[in-house]
């Protein structure tokens, strides 16, 4: 039959979908773990099960996506920090349950797939997954035509990690006089971004190629830095009982992160002058005239992880994370409450 239709009529090339797939196979291989049972193009990634030396062990998953930091990328014409993004943020997330990240899948989807942005983003992943111990297990490349618009992409991953039940985190004995310890962020991370792009470049008619001199750094260079990953740092300090809690400060600020972690009969209160953040915050907040419980309410303001530590040994955990090349502050206490965070 003449003028029929073939699938790349309606927008999805197969041919560029297996180049991409084939651009990325080894950068996935690299990744794989002696726990890994499967190849790469599996129809689902197999992983052993067998955990010796917990005695019993628990799976923690967590999922999450870049949002809208990929039309920064997009615009600055810069992929590869969005696969390390998601990584580490998916580690970080069970990591404040006492986690051992294993094995990583990921999402791609665009409405026009193009090799070499699918390849940026994977082999940052994938880096970001050697330099864990992850395993990057499987993943998914999806072109939707009509989904996305055109130059548009999506990145979203998850994770699955272990932890002996004994150390689960947060501890039940959380309470008052306990500090926190704030770790210092890379910028915004992956949360705020429809937030801080209606601030900086349509409210202000700022450019992303505007070089902030006090950072010396564009705009769209400070915007794309990669999401900060604590684990390998943090791990060193969970087998002396420094830390009793964890809160990963992502989408909903301090105020909202923070309580997750915190008994029904304690709150936390922060002290804003223990640390200064990063010149981009009141760059945004000043472009967009936000006010300053909206800004610690979508943004991390600077502090990528908290940790709730035992007075007597705050000050010590402090000086090993910035001895292990961390920014680490006590910013705060824990207070009789309700689940609240304030600021002094």
């Known amino acids: ?29 690299s990744t794989f773990t002696p726990a890994v049972a499967s190849d790469f193009g599996s129809f689902g990634g197999i992983f052993s099960g067998v955990f010796a030396d917990l005695e019993e062990p628990m799976l923690v998953s967590s999922i999450d996506g870049v949002g809208t930091k990929s039309m920064v990328a997009a615009m600055v014409g810069s992929y590869s920090g969005l696969g390390r993004d998601i990584v580490c943020h998916c580690i970080d997330d069970i990591l404040v349950q006492g986690a051992k990240p294993l ?24 880096e970001a997954c050697r330099e864990n111990g992850v395993a990057l297990l499987g993943g998914e490349t999806a072109e939707m035509p009509g989904v996305y618009e055109q130059g548009e992409i999506d990145v979203v991953g998850s ?8 150390n689960m985190l947060p501890q039940p004995n959380i309470g008052t006089g306990d500090l926190i310890v704030g770790l210092g962020s890379d910028g915004l991370h992956t949360n705020g971004f429809s937030l801080a792009r209606r601030a900086l470049f349509e409210k202000a008619g700022r450019r992303h ?34 830390i009793r809690g964890m809160a990963h ?89 309700n689940r609240e965070v304030s600021f002094i």
Request: net charge negative; hydrophobic share 40%.
């Open 1 to 29: 039959m003449s003028g029929g239709l073939d699938y790349r009529d309606s927008g999805v090339d197969l041919d560029e979908a297996r180049r991409s797939l084939d651009a990325i196979k080894e950068s996935v291989r």
């Open 103 to 126: 094995f990583f899948l990921d999402y791609f989807g665009a409405g026009k797939l193009r090799s070499e942005v699918l390849a940026a983003v994977v082999d940052g992943a994938a």
């Open 209 to 242: 190629h505007e070089v902030m001199s006090n950072l010396g750094r564009t705009i769209g260079e400070e915007l794309l830095r990669p999401h900060r990953c604590y684990y390998r740092v943090i791990e060193q300090l969970l087998p002396d009982d420094f």
């Open 159 to 166: 994770i699955v990690g272990v932890v002996d039940r004994k």
């Open 249 to 337: 400060i992502t989408g909903g600020g301090l105020i909202e992160n923070l309580p997750r972690v915190l008994p029904s009969d304690c709150s936390v209160m922060i002290e804003k002058r223990a640390w200064t953040p990063s010149p981009i915050f009141q760059m945004i907040q000043e472009d967009g005239e936000i006010a300053d419980e909206e800004m610690y309410r979508v943004f991390n303001m600077g502090i990528g992880m908290c940790l709730i530590c035992r007075s007597e040994v705050a000050s010590a955990a402090v000086q090993r994370l910035n001895d292990a090349g961390e920014t680490a502050y006590v910013i705060g206490e824990v207070v009789k409450g």
